[in-house]
């Protein structure tokens, strides 16, 4: 764990019109055959949105307690700046007292398109045809999300839409009560996610290009 008596610096606040152009360039993990890298939201709508945690679906089927508790950890330290991390209207950078700097951006909620069948509920009318849905879906983020749902929040994410569709997100949408929070990291896929494919990770969204997620040090 990172933070035991947390303390946090800001380095540096980024506004959203640079946060945005900042999530234009997150690749994929998977390159193109040539070695170029593919940049799925490089022309998609990019907003800011507040949201209800009923408005997105997770994709996930854990949440690490450790991780949890250190969103609640840091939302306590930032709140003296003023800056409460479920309702960030762009990013900051960050350092805390071991000199671990990353940056703190919204959860990402992306669109995704989905080709559904509708199941019918008792007393319902059976459709045979398939009909294709676009569901919004926490691409990153998703502790920050399960945070606010503890607390009875809302949320603000960066909206994503219009991604390119030839590299759809690599898991299903699921329900929130499927989610548990554990220890570790569950060993199995199945214990993870619904992934879509086998070869899933070549379409995960590499958002460690910006500096989020594990903090980057800055000393030895």
């Known amino acids: 764990m990172f933070f035991e008596i947390m303390k946090i610096d800001i380095l540096k606040k980024i506004d959203f019109d640079e946060l945005e152009r900042m999530v234009r360039g ?15 939201y490089e022309n998609a ?35 003296s700046h003023g800056v409460d991390i479920l309702h960030l209207e762009g990013a900051y950078e960050i350092k805390n007292e071991r000199g671990h700097v990353w940056t703190l951006m919204p959860p990402v909620v992306e ?11 008792d007393g319902e009318i059976e459709y045979l045809d398939k009909v294709k849905l676009n569901v919004p879906i926490i691409n990153d983020g998703m502790h920050r999300a399960f945070l606010a749902r503890e607390l009875g929040e809302s949320f603000n994410a960066v909206y994503v839409s219009g991604a ?19 220890v570790e990291v569950p060993a199995t896929k199945v214990e993870k996610k619904f992934y879509s494919r086998e070869d899933c990770y070549g379409l995960y969204r590499d958002f460690g ?11 030895k």
């Open 45 to 79: 709508d990019i907003s800011l949105r507040e949201l209800g945690v009923n408005d997105v679906n997770p994709t996930s089927f854990y949440v690490i307690g450790e991780n949890l508790q250190t969103q609640r950890d840091l939302r306590k330290a930032l709140s």
């Open 209 to 219: 290009v910006l500096g989020c997620g594990a903090p980057r040090g800055t000393s």
């Open 164 to 182: 390119l569709s030839d590299f759809p997100f690599y898991a299903h949408p699921n329900s929130w009560d499927k989610i548990k929070e554990v």
């Open 111 to 121: 669109v995704a398109e989905r080709e559904v069948f509708y199941v019918p509920q």
């Open 26 to 40: 997150v690749p994929l993990l998977k390159k193109r055959e040539d070695g170029s890298n593919v940049y799925v």
